[in-house]
C-alpha cells in the first residue's frame, strides 16, 4: 500500500471530468486501497481518483468514527435527490485550511459499482450525503467552492494563496 502525493487546487485534473472504469482488475484494487491509505493519512473522510491525479470513476469514502467503515464506489450515479436542501460547512484535501457553507440536496440515492463491478444502491444522509455528493462533483471536475457566488469563489482562492506563500515563507525561514 502507498501514501499518494494529493492534487492541490488549481491544478488542471481537479477541473477535468474523469472517465468511467470498465476494467475491474487488481490494478484498481491496488489503487482504491492506496486511496483509503491516502485518505486515513490526511485525514479526510473521502477522497475522488482526480485528486490523486487518476482521471477515473472511483471514489473512497469511510465517515465513521473507528475508520473501519470504508466504502468504495465505482462509477457513482445519482439516481434521485431530495427536493429538500440543506446548507453544510465543506471542506476539500485539495484546498486544505479553505471551508465553507454549501447548499446541497439533504438526501440522495446512488447506484455505483463494487471493486467486482457488482452493481449496489446507497441511500445517503447527513454527512454521507455531504461527502458523497462533493466526491461525485469532483468526478465531474468540480470543487466546492464552484458552487460559491464569484466573489466568495475568488475570495477563497485568494485566502488559499495567501496561506500557501506564509507556509512557504516559513519553510525557508526554517531552513535558514
Ligand atoms: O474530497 C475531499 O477532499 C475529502 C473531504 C470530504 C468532505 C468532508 C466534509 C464535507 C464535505 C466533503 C474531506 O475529508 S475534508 C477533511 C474533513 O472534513 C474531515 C477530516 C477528518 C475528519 C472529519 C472531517
Ligand atoms: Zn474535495
Known amino acids: 500500500m502507498a501514501i499518494l502525493p494529493i492534487v492541490q487546487y488549481p491544478d488542471p485534473r481537479l477541473s477535468t471530468k474523469a472517465e468511467p472504469v470498465t476494467v475491474f482488475d487488481d490494478a484498481l484494487k491496488q489503487l482504491a486501497a492506496d486511496m483509503a491509505e491516502t485518505m486515513y493519512d490526511a485525514p479526510g473522510v473521502g477522497l475522488a481518483a482526480n485528486q490523486i491525479g487518476q482521471l477515473i470513476r472511483l471514489v473512497v469514502i469511510d465517515i465513521s468514527e473507528e475508520k473501519n467503515a470504508l466504502r468504495v464506489l465505482v462509477n457513482p450515479q445519482i439516481i434521485s435527490r431530495s427536493e429538500e436542501v440543506k446548507e453544510c460547512e465543506e471542506g476539500c484535501l485539495s484546498l486544505p485550511g479553505i471551508y465553507e457553507k454549501v447548499k446541497r440536496p439533504s438526501l440522495v ?10 452493481e449496489f ?38 485566502k488559499l494563496a495567501k496561506k500557501r506563500k506564509e507556509e512557504a515563507r516559513a519553510r525557508k525561514n526554517k531552513e535558514a
Open 121 to 158: 444502491t446507497l441511500e445517503c444522509d447527513e454527512l454521507l450525503s455531504v461527502c458523497v455528493q462533493h466526491e461525485i462533483d469532483h468526478l465531474d471536475g468540480k470543487v466546492f467552492i464552484d458552487h460559491l457566488s464569484a466573489l466568495k469563489k475568488a475570495r477563497s482562492a485568494a
Open 109 to 118: 440515492t446512488v447506484r455505483a459499482q463494487d471493486l467486482e463491478g457488482r
